[in-house]
C-alpha cells in the first residue's frame, strides 16, 4: 500500500494549487484545505485500519473506537454507545448556534474479503470487506469535522460541529435509531457523502424501502401415512410468494419486491410445520410502499388461510427516501469546483483498467473530473440508505466522490480493493476538503443557511415523519 502513498500527496498538492488560484479566496477555506492536507496521513491511516478489521453492521467496535478515539484526542466531547447502540457516537466541539453536523460510516459487509490489489483474492477467504467504502466514508468526514473544530478552537468560526459516528447503515440503520431519538433535531445543516465512480453534489433522492420477515406456522405429520392430518407451512410460503408475483404487474414500475426464502421445512417426509420469507419492498416514494406494503400484508393472511396456517409479519426496518436539497447541492458543488479534478497517477490508472479487464468491463480508468449538477429525477436509481431518514429530520447536503472506477460492482471485491489503497484515499480527502468548504460557507452565511432550511420545509411538505423501526432498542447482535 505504501507504494501508492506518493500519489496522495500529489492530489493534495493539486487541490491546494487549484483552490488556490479560485478567483474569490476564503481565508476559513484555506484553512480547512490546509488542516486536512496536515492530518492526511492520519485520515489515511485511520481509514486503513476500518478497512482492515472490516466489521459488520453494530459489530463495528474497533471501527468506532478508531473514530471516537480520533475525534477525542483532537478535542472533540465525545458520547459513546448513543440510542442502544455500542458502536454508535456523537462528537461534539464548539458552543451555541450554528449546529452544523456531518455523518460517518464505517460498517462492512459479509463475504467479500479482498486483498487491495486489482485482481480477485480474498485477504481471508469468507470474511467481510468495505465493498461500499465506508472506511473512506467514516475518516473523510471526520477529518472534515476536524477542520471545522480547529476553526472554532482559534476563533476564526462561531457555533458548534458535531460528528455523528452512525452504524450499520448496510442492515439495521443505524440512523433511524439516532433519529427516533432526536440526536440531530438540533442541527441547522447535516452534510454526508458516500464513495462514488463519478464527482458532484448529490441531486438524487434514494429509495424508501421496507424490510420484513413473514412466518408460516402450521402442522407436522407423516407426508404420507396421514397428511391431512399436517398442515404445512411450506404451502403458506408458496401461496404467499405466488402472491406477490401477481402483484408485481399491478405496481407502478418504480416499485421494487425482493424476497429469500429463508426456511421451507427440511424432508420431503415431513409436512413442514415452519416456513419463513424475508422481503423488501422498495419506491421512490414511503407513501408507495405503505401502499404496496398493506397489500402484501393481505396476500400474506389470504395465503395462510389458503394453507390452513398462521401467519406473522415482522417489521426489521425501513428507509425513507432522501429528501434532495439544491440549495445546499449547489452551495457544496462551487467548493467541489473550486477544488478542482482529481488526478489520477499512471499506476492508478492501471489499477483502474485492470479492475475493469477482470471484470470484462470496458478498461476507461477513473473518472476524476467534477460532474455538474444534475436534474433531480422524479424516480431514482435503484438502493436505498438511512441517510433519508435524517433528511426528514433536518436539511442534508450530499456529496459523491470517486473512489472506484465506472462499472465496478459495489458491494463486490472491485471496490474493496480500491478503498485499501491510494484511489480511495485522494477520494477521502477531496470528500474532507469539499465538506469542509461547505461547512464554512455554512458557518459564515446566516442566509445560505435560511435558504436551504426554506427548501427543507418545501420539500417536507406536511409529511409526518414516522421511522418504520418497531419500538424498543436496536437489534444489537450478542456478540
Ligand atoms: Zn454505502
Known sequence: MKKYFVGVLVVAATTTAAFGQSKKSNSNKDGAVSSINKHQTELTSISDKIWTYAETALRESKSSTELADYAEAQGFKVKRGVSSMPTAFVAEFGSGKPVIGIIGEFDALPGISQKAQPTKEPQQVGAPGHGCGHNLFGAGSLGAAVAIKELIASGKLKGTIRFYGTPAEESVGGK?????????????????????????????????????IVEFNGKAAHAAFDPWEGRSAVDGAEAFTHGVNLLREHVKPS????????????????????????????????????????????????????????????????????????????????????????????????????????????PTGLDGTIHPLKQTK???????????????????????????????????????????????????????KALAMTMVDLFENEQLRKDVRAEFEKRKGNTIYKAYIPDGPPPVPAN
Not at 178 to 190: I, S
Not at 192 to 205: G, L
Open 176 to 212: 433511524i435509531y439516532m433519529t427516533r431519538d432526536g440526536l440531530f433535531n438540533d442541527l441547522d445543516v447535516c452534510l454526508d457523502w458516500h464513495p462514488d465512480s463519478e464527482i458532484a453534489a448529490s441531486t438524487q433522492s434514494s429509495q424508501a424501502m421496507v424490510d420484513f
Open 378 to 432: 422524479e424516480d431514482p436509481d435503484g438502493g436505498s440508505t438511512d441517510v433519508g431518514d435524517v433528511s426528514w429530520n433536518v436539511p442534508e447536503i450530499s456529496l459523491l466522490v470517486t473512489t472506484a472506477p465506472k462499472k465496478a460492482a459495489w458491494h463486490g471485491w472491485a471496490v474493496v480493493a480500491c478503498g485499501g489503497m491510494s484511489i480511495g484515499h485522494k477520494g477521502l480527502l477531496f470528500a474532507a
Open 255 to 362: 416499485v421494487r419486491m425482493h424476497y429469500a426464502i429463508k426456511a421451507g421445512g427440511d424432508v420431503p417426509n415431513v409436512v413442514p410445520e415452519y416456513a419463513k420469507v424475508w422481503m423488501w419492498i422498495r419506491d421512490s416514494k414511503r407513501s408507495v410502499v405503505d401502499e404496496v406494503f398493506a397489500r402484501v400484508k393481505d396476500i400474506a393472511r389470504g395465503a395462510a388461510l389458503i394453507a390452513g396456517v398462521d401467519y406473522k409479519v415482522t417489521i426489521q426496518t425501513g428507509d425513507f427516501e432522501q429528501l434532495v436539497n439544491r440549495t445546499g447541492a449547489e452551495a457544496l458543488q462551487k467548493n467541489v469546483e473550486a477544488l478542482g479534478p482529481i488526478a489520477y497517477t499512471a499506476e492508478e490508472i492501471t489499477f483502474a483498467k485492470k479492475i475493469q479487464e477482470a471484470q470484462n468491463l470496458e
